[in-house]
């Protein structure tokens, strides 16, 4: 998705507002240093998982309503939507203690990133 060359994912990576996505576990299970930082990490995994759940039907509501708006080919179906932001927030889910207890998931947002 991100096109991201070995070079690139050698590097440290951060990621800005990146709310419950997979990408940072992800990287840290291969080996890769990325620090994601996101002021929804002050909320606990079940009020991020609530919240994430809460805007699915918003997301596939106005996906279908605005069906031009989106790259179709990435998904394989309607349905297919749904069912992967459910896989990738449980892989977030999954890394989050962890990754705030190893400074990988920070609380904290742009324009002020490290200055609380």
Do not use: W
Not at 53 to 75: L, M, V
């Amino acid at each position: 998705m991100f096109q991201l060359s070995a070079p690139d994912l050698n590097s440290r990576i951060l990621g800005c507002g990146d709310g419950p996505a997979g990408f940072t576990g992800e990287m840290n299970r291969l080996g890769h240093k990325i620090i994601s930082v996101d002021p929804a990490y002050a909320l606990t995994k079940e009020q991020i998982q609530g919240r994430s759940e809460e805007a699915q039907d918003i997301i596939i509501n106005y996906r279908k309503a605005r069906p031009g708006k989106f790259a179709s080919s990435y998904f394989l179906d309607p349905d297919d939507l749904p069912r992967r932001r459910l896989q990738v927030m449980r892989v977030f889910l999954q890394d989050f203690d962890a990754g705030v207890k190893e400074r990988r998931h920070i609380t904290d947002s742009l324009p002020s990133l490290g200055s609380s």
